[in-house]
C-alpha cells in the first residue's frame, strides 16, 4: 500500500483547504487517519474514518473538518474550513486493515509523506 497526500499551501486564517489521501494497493476494507505534526510538537490524530465510514475528530477540529472516502477513486479527503493558525502543522495520511478506526498512531501500517499546511496572514 502505498499513500499520497496533496493539498497543503498557504490559506489566510477562516480559510478551507481540501486534503487529498490517494492510495495505491489499498481496499475499501482500510481505515485510514490524518495525523499532523507541528514544529516542536509530537504527531497527533486529527482525524479518522473507518471502512463502512464512520468518523472521528480530535475536539480542536470538531465541526470545522470534515473527513470522506471515495473508494471507487481509493482517496480519502479532509476538508478543513475555518482554519486556524494552530492549524499550522504537516499533515499525514495513514492506513490500516482492520475495524473502526484509530486516533493514535499504533496500528497504522502504512503511511504518507506530508504535506504542509500553514495558516497565517
Known amino acids: 500500500v502505498q499513500l499520497q497526500a496533496s493539498g497543503g499551501g498557504l490559506v489566510q486564517p477562516g480559510g478551507s483547504l481540501r486534503l487529498s489521501c490517494a492510495a495505491s494497493g489499498f481496499t475499501s476494507a482500510y481505515a485510514v487517519g490524518w495525523f499532523r505534526q507541528a514544529p516542536g510538537k509530537e504527531r497527533e490524530g486529527v482525524s479518522c474514518i473507518s471502512s463502512d465510514s464512520d468518523a472521528r475528530y480530535e475536539d480542536s477540529v470538531t465541526g470545522r473538518f470534515a473527513i470522506s472516502r471515495d473508494n471507487a477513486k481509493n482517496t480519502v479527503y479532509l476538508q478543513m474550513s475555518n482554519l486556524k493558525p494552530e492549524d499550522t502543522a504537516v499533515y499525514f495520511c495513514?492506513?490500516?486493515?482492520?475495524?473502526?478506526?484509530?486516533?493514535?498512531?499504533?496500528?497504522?501500517?502504512?503511511w504518507g509523506q506530508g504535506t504542509k499546511v500553514t495558516v497565517s496572514s
Open positions: 495513514a492506513a490500516y486493515s482492520g475495524f473502526g478506526c484509530s486516533m493514535i498512531q499504533l496500528p497504522y501500517e502504512y
